[in-house]
């Protein structure tokens, strides 16, 4: 009697424990009170006031190379079927190894120090060494490989295409500049335009920010981007709702640079205003605090869009958030494009992090947040990200790894493609879905 006494107990212990953990694993579902996460800086944003009416609409019909239109659907030339240019993807061309460049890139991330001395005497220094230790919580099915590596880009074109993502959304320096840990790579994009161009995806460009960067040298840049690469097939435009084609671009951190600087160049009557000329296009700023939306609107973007997959993270990352944050831009003739992302890790580089990290839950994370981001209505849905390894945000494959010192995470019980997968059945999904809204 004693003896089943005590199996019983156990057994109860075991549900017990089981029904804890499910439901630790669910809470990473719900945001946080956000605001207590945020990283140095974000609380000091700057403010303004103006704007000007231009957002864009998507058209169903059929576009020439270099002239596609949002809501176009165009049969992809691998065996997975279509493809929607409505659906775009954040992609990096900052890694490297040994072989193709003589050294790892950010596969060897420094340890980011936390900004209160204090506690960053609590966490590890240094950076990683590949290929078996890398900066990342995740291990890719490729090895820590090199962007510029003409496998390795057909190969993530490949997937991009299986993922039904018909724009990636290029990170993008200006010659001769970088991230703090990696080195220019503008000379590669005319391999990752032809390489898109091969697989039927466009490309558009998430202008980065770098030391010095404005309004003024925003201008050049765009400049140098549609002169360089306007007339390539793979280049992604828009239609606007005057009916003109004109280039999107992403502007992240936007917010670095006063509003009124951008009113110069976004505004009809702006001191060096782009409006008009044959550099027009469509300027998406990043919002990340709920005042930002107003910074937005004065500066003379044509919409906005908020990046970070930590649901919780930011107000703009918040997904309850954005049926208020859509309602703004609908009354002020914005764009609102909402960002999904299948999960956030970054305690690889930032081990100081972990209050920011969003389990994947097996891909129920990443559905919760393309549920919300259709919930909305959105001309346009990104996806954070495809290959940002750092954040732990990556639907690129990845694979089980285990070393000496390190236990990699994985998607298992699922395959590799697992969330190239997931992005497919809610691209899917989205334009079935918008065929009804648009009727």
């Known amino acids: 009697m004693a003896r089943l006494r005590k199996k019983a107990c156990i057994a109860l212990f075991l549900f017990t424990l089981f029904v804890f953990g499910t439901m630790m694993g669910l809470r990473t579902l719900k945001p946080s009170d956000g605001f207590s996460d945020l990283a140095p800086g974000l609380g000091l944003l700057p403010m303004i006031g103006g704007r000007m009416d231009r957002r864009s609409v998507s058209q169903d019909v059929v576009s020439s190379p270099g002239q596609v239109r949002a809501k176009v659907v165009l049969s992809n030339s691998g065996p997975e079927g279509t493809i929607f240019y409505d659906v775009h993807i954040f992609y990096s061309v900052w890694y490297g190894n040994p ?15 936390h900004w209160d001395p204090k506690i960053a005497a609590s966490y590890p220094k240094g950076r990683h060494m590949p290929p078996e230790d890398i900066g990342s919580s995740f291990y890719p099915e490729l090895g820590p490989y090199s962007s510029r590596d003409p496998d390795v880009l057909e190969s993530h074109m490949e997937q991009i295409g299986a993922a039904a993502a018909g724009v990636l959304v290029l990170s993008w320096y200006p010659p001769g500049l970088a991230d703090d840990n990696g080195e220019p790579t503008e000379d590669l994009v005319p391999a990752v335009l032809d390489a898109a161009h091969r697989h039927n995806l466009k490309v558009a460009f998430h202008l980065q920010p770098y030391r010095g960067r404005s309004d003024h040298s925003v201008h050049d840049n765009i400049k140098y981007i549609i002169d360089r690469y306007g007339d390539h097939g793979a280049f992604y435009k828009f239609t606007s709702s005057t009916g003109n084609i004109l280039p999107l671009f992403y502007i992240y951190d936007s917010y670095l640079t006063p509003p009124e600087n951008w009113s110069d160049l976004l505004h009809p009557t702006g001191s060096h205003s782009l409006r008009g000329t044959a550099y027009d296009s469509v300027f998406i700023a990043l919002i990340v605090e709920e005042r930002h939306k107003h910074d937005i609107l004065a500066g003379g973007f044509d919409g906005m869009y908020t990046y970070f997959a930590s649901n919780g993270f930011s107000f703009g990352s918040s997904h309850q958030n954005w049926i208020a944050v859509k309602a703004f831009c ?43 981001a259709l919930n909305v209505r959105p001309e346009i849905v990104t996806i954070t990200s495809f290959n940002e390894w750092h954040e732990g945000t990556q639907i690129e494959r990845a694979v089980p790894k285990k070393t000496v010192t390190r236990l990699y995470l994985d998607y298992q019980p699922h395959q590799p493609e697992h969330y190239l997968e997931l992005t497919r059945r809610w691209a899917e999904q989205f334009n079935k879905e918008k065929e009804t809204w648009l009727m």
């Open 99 to 113: 072989s193709m460049d003589g050294k790892y890139m950010h596969w060897d991330h420094v340890l980011v120090p």
């Open 330 to 372: 609908d009354g002020n003739n914005l764009l609102f494009i909402p960002s999904a992302g299948p999960g956030y890790i970054d305690t690889a580089v930032r081990p100081w992090n972990n209050h920011n990290t969003r389990n994947r839950v097996n891909g129920r994370y990443y559905e919760t947040a393309l549920q919300a």
